[in-house]
Every structure is written in structure tokens, then in C-alpha cells.
T-cell receptor
Framework: TQLLEQSPQFLSIQEGENLTVYCNSS?????LQWYRQEPGEGPVLLVT?????EVKKLKRLTFQFGDARKDSSLHITAAQPGDTGLYLC?????????????FGQGTTLQVKP | DTAVSQTPKYLVTQMGNDKSIKCEQN?????MYWYKQDSKKFLKIMFS???????INETVPNRFSPKSPDKAHLNLHINSLELGDSAVYFC??????????FGSGTRLTVV
């Protein structure tokens, strides 16, 4: 069974601080996706990383895929209250239209003004 | 335009009842999914359909029956509802397994 361990589960920080969320597995994934979910809504895709060692930036968010494609991290610089939400990593298992996403447990981030 | 829309948003029902959740996507994606999110926010796949064909059935009780009349629709029918079925159910779609687009969820409460 493929599992994704996401840490930390909860994070409460002050505006302006930096943070990193980790997503680890013993399995290799074809891609790793990060989502953000707000209360009462579905997850929204932030980024997909495909190549081992790949780094992608989305404004103050930096995503990295591990060299072995088993782990990933999300780093947020100078967090803002608007970054508050549930962050989910998801590994793509299988290929193309016959695959599925396996989700981590999620990280609930609260950024206080 | 809502890309993936599911109805109803909230569903409160008694144990033993039968209920359906509907999902439609206007993205032209080939694959649609049902995911269940528990009280701890953990998302787990239930079913996936590719062009109306069942691809994944993740050890879900037989009381759950998905139906895909065409590739833009994937409905979920649940028979004999149990307390443990209470959760948020998300419909999603993707093309080639790339980034999924999720609906806004249906919060099912069984009393």
C-alpha cells in the first residue's frame, strides 16, 4: 500500500514567518501534486512536479520534488494571513487515465496577522 | 462557469435511506473520480471512470454504486445509509491523470 506521510499536521505562525511542509513516502510516484483547500470548498491544484529534483516557484511558494521522486516539500516565504488553509500533497499512482491520486493527511496552516 | 459541479451541497438523511449525489464537469476531461474526505480531512479515492468505463473501485461497500451516463457526468448512489457514511464526498475530473479539478463537495450527514 502506498502511503504519503505529511508533516507537520498543524502549523500556527505569525505573519512574515517562513515555513516548510514535508511530504514523504517509501514509494516512487510518477508525479507529486500540491493542493490547497479552504473550508467548504474542494482542493485546488497549486502545482505538479514530475522530474526528480525539480523545483517550481509560485510567488512566495517554492515546491521541490526529491531526486528519487519519493518525497516533496513546500516552502512558504513571508507567510501572509491569506495563506491560511489546508495544504495537501498527493502522489500520482499508476499512469494517465487509469491512475489515481494518493493523498497525505494534510497540513492545516494558520497565519496570524 | 463552474468546471466541476456537484449537487447537493448538503445532505442530511436518516439511517437506512437511499440517496444520490450528482456530478457534472464541463472541462472535456476523460476521467472522473469520487473521493471521500473523513472528519480528519483525509481524502481517499472511491471510484474512477474513464470515458464511462469503471477503472478503479477501491474496496468500497456494495451499497455505493457509481453511474456514468456519459463522460461529463458521474453520479453516486448510496443504498441503506449508515452512520459511518457521514463525510464530505468530492467529485473530481482530470485529463491524462494530470492536475485534478475538484467540485466543492457534498457534506453528507446520516442521523
Amino acid at each position: 500500500t502506498q502511503l504519503l506521510e505529511q508533516s507537520p499536521q498543524f502549523l500556527s505562525i505569525q505573519e512574515g514567518e517562513n515555513l516548510t511542509v514535508y511530504c514523504n513516502s517509501s514509494s516512487v510516484f510518477s508525479s507529486l501534486q500540491w493542493y490547497r483547500q479552504e473550508p467548504g470548498e474542494g482542493p485546488v491544484l497549486l502545482v505538479t512536479v514530475v522530474t526528480g529534483g525539480e523545483v517550481k516557484k509560485l510567488k512566495r511558494l517554492t515546491f521541490q520534488f526529491g531526486d528519487a521522486r519519493k518525497d516533496s516539500s513546500l516552502h512558504i516565504t513571508a507567510a501572509q494571513p491569506g495563506d491560511t488553509g489546508l495544504y495537501l500533497c498527493a502522489g500520482a499512482s499508476g499512469s494517465g487515465n487509469t491512475g489515481k491520486l494518493i493523498f497525505g493527511q494534510g497540513t492545516t496552516l494558520q497565519v496570524k496577522p | 462557469d463552474t468546471a466541476v459541479s456537484q449537487t447537493p451541497k448538503y445532505l442530511v438523511t436518516q439511517m437506512g435511506n437511499d440517496k444520490s449525489i450528482k456530478c457534472e464537469q464541463n472541462l472535456g476531461h476523460d476521467t472522473m473520480y469520487w473521493y471521500k474526505q473523513d472528519s480528519k480531512k483525509f481524502l481517499k479515492i472511491m471510484f474512477s471512470y474513464n470515458n464511462k468505463e469503471l477503472i478503479i473501485n477501491e474496496t468500497v461497500p456494495n451499497r455505493f454504486s457509481p453511474k456514468s451516463p456519459d463522460k461529463a457526468h458521474l453520479n453516486l448512489h448510496i443504498n441503506s445509509l449508515e452512520l459511518g457514511d457521514s463525510a464530505v464526498y468530492f467529485c473530481a475530473s482530470s485529463q491524462g491523470g494530470n492536475g485534478y479539478t475538484f467540485g466543492s463537495g457534498t457534506r453528507l450527514t446520516v442521523v
